[in-house]
T-cell receptor
Framework: SQTIHQWPATLVQPVGSPLSLECTVE??????LYWYRQAAGRGLQLLFY??????ISSEVPQNLSASRPQDRQFILSSKKLLLSDSGFYLC???????????FGDGTRLSIL | RKEVEQDPGPFNVPEGATVAFNCTYS??????FFWYRQDCRKEPKLLMS???SGNEDGRFTAQLNRASQYISLLIRDSKLSDSATYLC??????????????FGTGTQLKVEL
């Protein structure tokens, strides 16, 4: 069966520090991969999605970037974190763009 | 108009009650529809897909009205453990082909003793 791993579960970072969140999927090939952010009490905001290695689509202009160096690995990065980057970051995968997405446990990021 | 619109709630209902959530979507070309459940401070989890003819999974019934671009979720005999936020999800086509899912902001349900 397919599983998705996302880490760390929680992270506290100072403003201006770099960020790297990693997500890996097991048990499937060539999945669609997604990064979402959810601010406290708000809905899911799609940040990036990828349909293949090296293919990244950005949904909103921001301080973050994403990379997909391997088929089942998706990385979310920032060179300098802002206070507004705080939130709950979720990675997800799906077989295709119109089939259900399955989420990792999420990373709760606090910027001080 | 939002791509996916839901009443944010909260819906406060007694245990054993029947509760219905509604959702409207703006893209008439959408083909895939889902309900997700999100517990407080947790990731969303797929509850059920929504099919054109309507479908049922235990106490949960989902219905789709394509003409009105409307989706519903009915929960019968509510349990305390049903307390969560319910997200309506619809696909949309993107530039260059392909699809992605759009998540509603969710309706909060609180089931009380």
């Amino acid at each position: 069966s397919q599983t998705i791993h996302q880490w760390p579960a929680t992270l506290v970072q100072p403003v201006g520090s770099p960020l790297s969140l990693e997500c890996t999927v097991e048990g499937t090939s060539n999945p669609n991969l997604y990064w979402y952010r959810q601010a406290a009490g708000r809905g899911l905001q799609l940040l990036f999605y990828s349909v293949g290695i090296g293919q990244i689509s950005s949904e909103v202009p921001q301080n973050l970037s994403a990379s997909r160096p391997q088929d089942r690995q998706f990385i979310l990065s920032s060179k300098k974190l802002l206070l507004s980057d705080s939130g709950f970051y979720l990675c997800a995968w799906s077989v295709s763009g119109y089939q259900p997405q399955h989420f990792g446990d999420g990373t709760r990021l606090s910027i001080l | 108009r939002k791509e996916v619109e839901q009443d944010p709630g909260p819906f406060n209902v007694p245990e054993g009650a029947t509760v219905a959530f509604n959702c409207t979507y703006s893209n008439s070309a959408s083909q895939s529809f889902f309900w997700y459940r999100q517990d407080c401070r947790k990731e969303p989890k797929l509850l059920m897909s929504v099919y054109s003819s309507g479908n049922e999974d235990g106490r949960f019934t989902a219905q789709l009205n394509r003409a009105s671009q409307y989706i519903s979720l009915l929960i019968r005999d509510s349990k305390l453990s049903d307390s969560a936020t319910y997200l309506c999800v619809v696909n949309k086509m993107v530039t260059g082909g392909g699809n992605k899912l759009t998540f509603g902001t969710g309706t909060q349900l609180k089931v009380e003793l």
